[in-house]
């Protein structure tokens, strides 16, 4: 209380000052009036009142000093000094200010997008109490899953719809596309497909018109929709919405009810939803296909431990009365395996976090540390310029400053620069995670994220700042304050040698740059070398020159058992166009991350391999070569021996030595997917399968002639020999014009792979930006110091030379010195870099986080750069006159 | 053992003095002193006035401007109810302290 007043009392200084002068004038007024009293004469009466007063000025700065508290009113005068000291020196100001600006901006920069995937909560109500359920180990492949947050079935949703005792209410939802605008010249558009309960549980409220009620979830036609606030804003251009309001989606007018406030992006942290239709029940739903995420607010006094032991209990019974058939007893009895349980989803569901999540820690590391280097360097500076000042700490401790308040000054100096460091670097980070955040965006995929300063942004940039300055600032605080006055005074601005003491922290200060660095650039080797790795892979097939097409027809109204005859013309129709070289289907397209499989059984050996429907020309459009066998014919269709080319990881895996033309693959049932005995009639080299990290799988490609006529759909995806725009226009074209409601998606494969490493480019680049800011900052740092020492032993070194010591001499002096800092660097360097790799490890790709080459280019590097950054203080020391320096002392 | 200096002895005389006088200005205050000590105490100006004004930063005493019988104006000061208990305390402290001395004074 009594500092709060005093804070207060540094404003009102003047008027405090007016009123305590009056207060002891009025007193020195009473004495005199007592002395009249007394008898004497008014002259007489002053004079004594004076004499017993003392000196006024003196009293009353002794009770001002009272009011305002003496040392919060000198930390002005503190920061006024600081001020005009910076405003002096601007070059080291400058300098100053831009690496820490640069420093905290990167890192929090980095931590600002940590922050938006990672630590917010969806901007829902009380978003502590969502929980979302999923099956504790995923469901280990069955069936199939529609994406990334599909979980749940439709009758696993209806069983937990009944039955949520934990929750208050539950919800359901998926994230799908849908096709916006006439169908000829639609684009895909983000959509949320959600059950009745949705909105209300999350507790949105409309922006305009109503959100979806558990009464829209009547019929299975899109017919009604929410749509988000961009869309509302972009394609509707923000009218208000009355029931005759509409938008055409797939083809079809469908009639708009609401918005939803700007806020809500959906339950995806990355994307966001344009549109949001309710779900349905369709009379025989699906058992085996896993769409929903399943969603539900804790009831209060239910935890979700307690929530997930009570789903648990009840798994038996909901897996059972939801089991699939068409099934063998084993993947049944798997399914019947299964336990839900309970997670926290306030902060929403997001691939990005879970891709990304380790790729910025780890880049939050390697920010932070090049910041640590960033600030040794400063300290470097603030010693230096500390060891300049000598002579005027001395002065000021021999006119009776306290060290105590000395340090101070030089606290307030390192404060005010990590704190405008820490400002610019705040407004630096904006610009830069909108970098970070498009480096990691795709041709396909563009990453919404709300970048904002919320409060835990500004505490980390905040806490980032206290450090620095702490880093860089109490060592030359307490070095610089800690002068002996009279030593100091006495030996000039220079001293005969400095002492030992602060050459040994300048010199620490240099090794740990060099450790620090030795890291980072084993780190950024490490990431690029494994970035190229990616790049110059050979998947096993052609890469350039090969454009993925969609083609989907679902008003076309196509019969199941002519789908087949159909896709086979579509295939013609788009190889006969002009300068297409080739074209194949296949039902799965390769290295796009999908997967698709099939349960077998060869012989006695059981397992699952991946199984692909393709057309002949697949395997020449994507020069993938026949190693023995023969290749699909015409003759290979539904009413013939079904047949089987497979890879050779297949072979491996089932055949072993056997010979494997000719040998039987039983494939296990499935709903749609008849149990069917195919036979192998070729074999091929392996092909990557869904990514280039990983191993090759068994796989085998079933002609697309002999495609079960119960999973027909009315869709095809087909590769074609061909990149070039125009060409991929005329088929665009050539298809449009013969089947108008056709919906055309064409992707440049090769985009398609480098668009997967987005990741590991990200990595590549910005850690071997930041390795190479490490190395160059260490080039400055080592120069800095080496010439500062050169300059302390400018004596040692003219007295050397006067008595005969050659150039070289001085200069292997200077760099044995080097010399030592340099190994001593690497030596913890290496050992911190090993630790560090540890968690990268599962982020390279064929190589080994103790790769011995790498850790050797970053010493040779380090040497490199470090024998650079010593010769040339090290020629100056040997030119140095040995007259000249002798006498200037 | 109590804790005690100078200073603290001038607090105590002035906690008491406005005790004393419920309310008084700096001048009145120095004159109760003198005249109840007999003459035997004074205080400086030079200390009271700083030792004053910490008080009342502290929250022990109060002041405000008034007008005295002489029609000077004059800033009057007056216990809190911290004060009070302050001056309770030192009190007590006090006479701890003239035991102590006592004792020692005593002591053949």
């Known amino acids: ?889 | 053992m109590a804790k005690n200096d100078l200073q603290g002895a001038l607090d105590l005389l002035i906690l008491k003095s406005l005790d004393q006088l419920s309310s008084m200005h700096g001048y009145g205050i120095a004159m109760h002193i003198e005249r109840v000590s007999d003459e035997l105490l004074s205080v400086e100006e030079g200390s009271l006035y700083p030792a004053l004004h910490r008080m009342e930063q502290n929250g022990w005493i109060r002041a405000d401007w008034r007008v005295t019988e002489a029609g000077r104006k004059a800033k009057y000061y007056a216990l809190t109810a911290a004060g009070r208990k302050q001056l309770a305390a030192r009190e007590k402290n006090w006479e701890q302290v003239v035991k102590g001395v006592d004792a020692i004074l005593r002591f053949a």
């Open chain 1, 1 to 889: 209380m009594g500092l709060l007043r005093r804070i207060w009392a540094l404003g009102n200084l003047s008027r405090l000052g007016g009123e305590n002068e009056s207060e002891l004038h009025e007193h020195m007024q009473m004495r005199i009036d007592a002395n009249l009293a007394k008898g004497m004469t008014a002259e007489e009466a002053a004079r004594e009142a004076r004499l017993r007063f003392g000196n006024p000025v003196a009293v009353k700065e002794r009770v001002n000093a009272e009011d305002a508290a003496l040392g919060l009113g000198s930390l002005f005068r503190d920061l006024r000094y600081a001020l005009r000291g910076f405003a002096k020196t601007p070059g080291f100001t400058i300098v100053a200010l831009l690496t820490l600006a640069l420093g905290i901006g990167a890192n929090t920069a980095v931590f600002q997008l940590l922050d938006a995937v990672r630590l917010r909560s969806l901007p829902i109500a009380s978003p502590q109490e969502l929980a979302e359920l999923r099956i504790a180990g995923g469901n280990l492949g069955f069936g199939i899953t529609d994406g990334p947050y599909s979980h749940f079935t439709i009758p696993m949703w209806q069983e937990v719809r009944r039955n949520h005792e934990p929750f208050s209410a539950v919800f359901a939802w998926r994230a799908t596309d849908v096709l916006a605008g006439k169908l000829s010249e639609s684009n895909r558009i983000h959509a949320l497909e959600v059950s009745g309960e949705f909105f209300s549980v999350l507790g949105i409220a409309p922006f305009q018109g109503r959100l979806i009620e558990p009464q829209d979830e009547a019929g299975c036609e899109l017919s009604k929709v929410v749509v988000s606030y961009p869309f509302w804003m972009s394609r509707m251009s923000g009218q208000p919405i009355t029931p005759s309001s509409v938008t055409v989606l797939n083809g079809r007018s469908v009639q708009v009810l609401g918005v939803t406030p700007p806020s809500f992006f959906g339950m995806v942290v990355g994307s966001s939803f344009a549109v949001a239709f309710p779900t349905c029940t369709p009379p025989n739903p699906r058992h085996e296909m896993f769409s929903f995420s399943v969603m539900g607010r804790l009831k209060s006094g239910w935890s979700i431990e307690r929530a997930s032991a009570y789903f648990g209990s009840l798994s038996a019974g909901i897996f059972e009365s939801t089991a699939p058939t068409g099934y063998s007893a084993d993947a049944v009895k798997l399914y019947k395996s299964f336990r839900l349980a309970a997670y926290p989803a306030g902060s929403g569901v997001s691939e990005l976090r879970d891709a990304y999540d380790k790729s910025l820690q780890l880049l939050l590391a390697i920010t932070g540390l090049v910041l640590l280097i960033a600030c040794a360097n400063l300290a470097n500076l603030m010693l230096a310029r500390a060891s300049a000042r000598q002579r005027e700490m001395a002065i000021r401790i021999a006119l009776g400053a306290s060290r105590r308040r000395l340090l101070r000054q030089l606290l307030i100096e390192s404060g005010l620069l990590a704190l405008s460091g820490a400002a610019f670097g705040v407004a630096l980070a904006q610009p830069l995670s909108r970098l970070l955040i498009s480096s990691l965006s795709t041709s396909q995929y563009s990453i919404q994220l709300a970048i904002e300063m919320d409060w835990r942004v500004l505490l980390f940039a905040a806490s980032v700042a206290v450090m620095t300055a702490i880093i860089f600032g109490t060592i030359p605080a307490l070095r610089g304050t800690s002068a002996d006055p009279i030593a100091s005074l006495k030996s000039g601005a220079r001293g005969v040698s400095g002492s030992r003491e602060r050459f040994s922290v300048q010199r620490l200060m240099v090794i740990v740059q060099i450790a620090v660095s030795m890291v980072l650039l084993v780190g950024a080797l490490l990431f690029v070398r494994s970035y190229r790795n990616l790049l110059t892979i050979n998947p096993g097939m052609r890469e350039g020159g090969i454009t993925v097409a969609y083609l989907n027809f679902p008003t076309l109204k196509i019969k199941p058992e002519n789908e087949a005859a159909f896709k086979r013309q579509l295939l013609e129709d788009v190889r006969s166009v002009p300068g297409v070289q080739n074209a194949g289907t296949t039902t799965n397209t390769p290295l796009g991350g999908s997967s698709w499989s099939h349960n077998v059984k060869v012989g006695a050996i059981q397992g699952a391999t991946k199984f692909t429907y393709a057309s002949d020309s697949y395997f020449t459009t994507m020069g993938i070569p026949l190693l023995t066998g023969r290749h699909f014919t015409n003759e290979d269709t539904n009413d013939s021996p079904f047949v089987l080319i497979v890879n050779q990881a297949f072979i491996r895996r089932y055949l072993g030595n056997t010979p494997p033309i000719g040998q039987p693959v039983h494939v296990m049932p499935e709903p749609q997917y008849p149990e069917r005995t195919y036979q192998i009639i070729g074999t091929i080299p392996d092909t990557k399968y869904g990514s280039l990290r990983e191993e090759t799988p068994p796989m085998a490609f079933a002609p697309a002639a002999q495609f079960p006529l119960t999973a027909q759909g009315p869709g095809l995806a087909m590769m074609i020999a061909s990149s070039s725009p125009a060409v991929i226009s005329d088929v665009r074209r050539a298809i449009g014009a013969k089947y108008p409601n056709m919906v055309l998606q064409f992707y440049d494969f090769q985009q398609n792979i480098r668009d997967d490493l987005v990741g590991d480019r990200m990595m590549a680049m910005l850690s071997g930006f930041f390795g190479v800011l490490a190395a160059l900052l260490v080039v400055v740092g080592l120069y800095g110091v080496l010439s500062f020492f050169i300059n302390q032993r400018r004596n040692e070194i003219g007295i050397r030379i006067a008595l005969g010591a050659g150039r070289w001499q001085v200069v292997r002096l200077v760099m044995r010195d080097t010399a030592v800092m340099l190994l001593a660097g690497v030596l913890a360097g290496t050992v911190l870099a090993l630790l560090a790799g540890r968690t990268a490890s599962s982020m390279l790709f064929g190589l080994q986080s103790y790769d011995v080459a790498t850790l050797a280019f970053a010493f040779l590097l380090l040497a490199a750069i470090s024998s650079l950054a010593s010769w040339l203080p090290a020629r100056k020391a040997s030119r140095l006159d040995p007259v000249a320096a002798l006498r200037s002392e």
